[in-house]
Structure formats: structure tokens, C-alpha cells
């Protein structure tokens, strides 16, 4: 490595190809200081530290101005787009910052506490339930090879021990619908048959219906993976819906004649706000987040309100009568929203 990295002659940016004037020492065209391709480490940590502390760095300005309502938005739309971070991006990390706390220090098993018994795991259930067919199985094998169970007296006890103990089963089928077609499944194919098996042994056709019957013996058998799986899809669903709701907001405010860019930005910004927000609230101890996560949803609801009436500049009245109705369909939308992603996570499940 060379020892004096800042009088690099290379004639144009390694960053851009620009071709760089003989005495400049930044690029003209994206910044990059002008290097060889090497870097000092006092450089490396200098740039690291004024990236990350330095209050006049990219992601500080963004922070701060998107914790105020409207502000950034109002900020990108002054020309200021590369002073703040692009609105999707950051969006997209928001959003998975908040759900990789919420994911590291929430329980999706306790969220999801949908099991086919009322039992807190459903694996354990499967587990139990597999062992006591296999004994009841292995109970009639050996009854049939053992003469003592052929007198008419010990067989009637032994069909009686059988039948009590078949009563902590709870049932001996289920009733599963495939294609909106109803079919009888014994428990002992719903605890021990994998989605293939249980397709070939009731003899299910029809591409849909087998996917469908695999699917379903997946989702008993693993609800908790397929929570997570709604659970990692959701931040893409959800910004799925965003171009949906700034075209409702456009409807909204259709008589001030604004861009259709304009009230996408403010969503994209306002959901950015919500998941920074709620990260916080998920950091705080376990004893706390009961009694101070209404009050975070509280001001999220507050901080769009004074966003609208920011942005738009409206009497409070106005605002109010729009947030309503902005609000009614956010909640229509959030729910087809939340059905789309539960019908895709299933099918890729």
C-alpha cells in the first residue's frame, strides 16, 4: 500500500469513470475522494465515524426531520433528494429493523397460540398423540398372539382399558375442507402422515386440492413456521398497499390538484415513522411494553393526523373529516392486505 494516498494520480473516478481535472481532489460528478483504489486505515475510520456521528450525516438529517410530521417529506420535495434517504429504502429499513426486534425479543409461539387441542405446542401434541396410536396399534397386535386375552371376560376388559384410554385422544377424525370439498381424516393420519402420504392414501386428484391438503397437514403440524412465514411477509405485503393508500389520499385532496408522487412520499414516510417508532417501544423491558405500547399507537395515530394537517394545510375540521375516511380505508385495506398474505404465505408455506 502506498503511503500517501491523497496525491493518487489516477486520471479519472474510480467510483463513476468520470474523468477527474489534474488538481481535483474530490469528483465533480458523485463526490468520492480521489484514491487509487486503497485506503489508510486512519482514512477507514474516519470516514466510518464521520458516516455514522457526524450530525450532519445523511441518515441523522433523515432521522431527525422524519420524527417531526411532514417535515421530511416537505424536506424532499424542496429538490433535497440526496441530502435525505430515498423514501422506499427507508421504508424497507425501518420496517425490518422493527420486525427483527420484534422477532428477537417477541414469542411468536405465545402469539400464535392456534393449536389443534388448546395445547400450548403443537409438536408436543403431535408427538404424544403419534406415540399413544402406535401403543393402541401395538396393544391389538399383541391381544390377538397372546391367549390369555382370548377368554370373553379379559378381552371385554382389555376392549374397555382400550376405549378409556382412547378417550384422552379426544376425537378419532377430523373434518378437513379441500376445495370447498368436506372430508373425514383420522387422527392417526392427521398426527402421522406427511402431506404426500395423506394425498396418495385418501387418493386426492386435482393439482389445487393436492396442494391444498398438503398445505393444510403442514399448517397443523407447524403452525409457529407458519406464523413466521405470514410474519416475514407481511413488511412486503404492506408495501404492497402503500401505492394504494396515496392514491386514496389523492382522491382525498383531489381539489388542490397535487402529485400523485406527493402523497405516496408522505406514506412511505409515515410507515418509516411508524416502524422507527414501535422499535423503541419492543426495546423497552418485558413488564413495560403492556402498559406503554397503547400510548405508542396513540401518537402514531396523532402524528399522521398532524401530518395531514401539515402537508395539506387545511383547517382542522377538513383534517379531520379526511383522516376519518383515510383511516376507514386504511383499516379495509390493512385487512384485504392481511388476507393476501395469509392465502400467499399458506400456498408458500
Known amino acids: 500500500m502506498t503511503e500517501n494516498l491523497e496525491n493518487s494520480t489516477t486520471s479519472e473516478c474510480l467510483n463513476c469513470h468520470q474523468q477527474l481535472p489534474t488538481d481535483a481532489a474530490f469528483c465533480p460528478n458523485c463526490g468520492q475522494k480521489r484514491t487509487d483504489g486503497l485506503i489508510s486505515l486512519k482514512e477507514f475510520l474516519s470516514n466510518f465515524l464521520d458516516n455514522v456521528f457526524n450530525i450532519n450525516s445523511r441518515i441523522v438529517q433523515t432521522l431527525k426531520w422524519l420524527c417531526i410530521p411532514a417535515k421530511l417529506t416537505q424536506e424532499y420535495f424542496k429538490g433535497k433528494h440526496k441530502t435525505y434517504y430515498h423514501p422506499i429504502r427507508l421504508y424497507l429499513v425501518m420496517s425490518l429493523i422493527f420486525f427483527a426486534i420484534l422477532n428477537m425479543v417477541g414469542d411468536i409461539d405465545g402469539i400464535v397460540n392456534i393449536n389443534l387441542r388448546d395445547e400450548a405446542n403443537l409438536e408436543e401434541v403431535v408427538e404424544k398423540e403419534a406415540h399413544k396410536i402406535a401403543f393402541l396399534n401395538e396393544l391389538d397386535t399383541l391381544s390377538e398372539k397372546i391367549p390369555l386375552f382370548q377368554d370373553t371376560t379379559a378381552r371385554a376388559a ?16 377430523y373434518d378437513l375442507t379441500i376445495n370447498n370439498k368436506p372430508m373425514k381424516v383420522a387422527a392417526a393420519d392427521v398426527f402421522t402422515l406427511d402431506g404426500k402420504e395423506l394425498v396418495e392414501k385418501y387418493e386426492i386428484e386435482g393439482f389445487w386440492a393436492q396442494i391444498t391438503a398438503k398445505q393444510v397437514i403442514h399448517f397443523l403440524h407447524d403452525q409457529v413456521g407458519f406464523a413466521r412465514q405470514v ?7 404492506l408495501l404492497g398497499m402503500i401505492p394504494f393508500l396515496a392514491l386514496f389520499m389523492k382522491l382525498l385532496y383531489i381539489r388542490q390538484k397535487r402529485f400523485y408522487i406527493e402523497h405516496l412520499v408522505l406514506n412511505f414516510h409515515h410507515h418509516a415513522f411508524m416502524f422507527f417508532f414501535l422499535s423503541f417501544f419492543f426495546l423497552l423491558p418485558e413488564n413495560y411494553i403492556e402498559y406503554v405500547i397503547g400510548y405508542g399507537v396513540g401518537a402514531i395515530f396523532i402524528f399522521l393526523f398532524l401530518a395531514m394537517k401539515w402537508y395539506y394545510e387545511q383547517s382542522f375540521g377538513k383534517t379531520l373529516i379526511k383522516y376519518i375516511l383515510f383511516n376507514i380505508f386504511y383499516l379495509f385495506s390493512f385487512v384485504i392486505t392481511l388476507i393476501i398474505t395469509f392465502i400467499i404465505s399458506f400456498l408458500l408455506f
Not at 159 to 173: C, N, P, V
Not at 231 to 237: Q, T
Open 158 to 173: 382389555l376392549d374397555s382399558l382400550k376405549e378409556a384410554f382412547a378417550e384422552t385422544m379426544q376425537r378419532d377424525s
Open 231 to 237: 410474519f416475514n411477509n407481511f413488511p412486503l405485503m
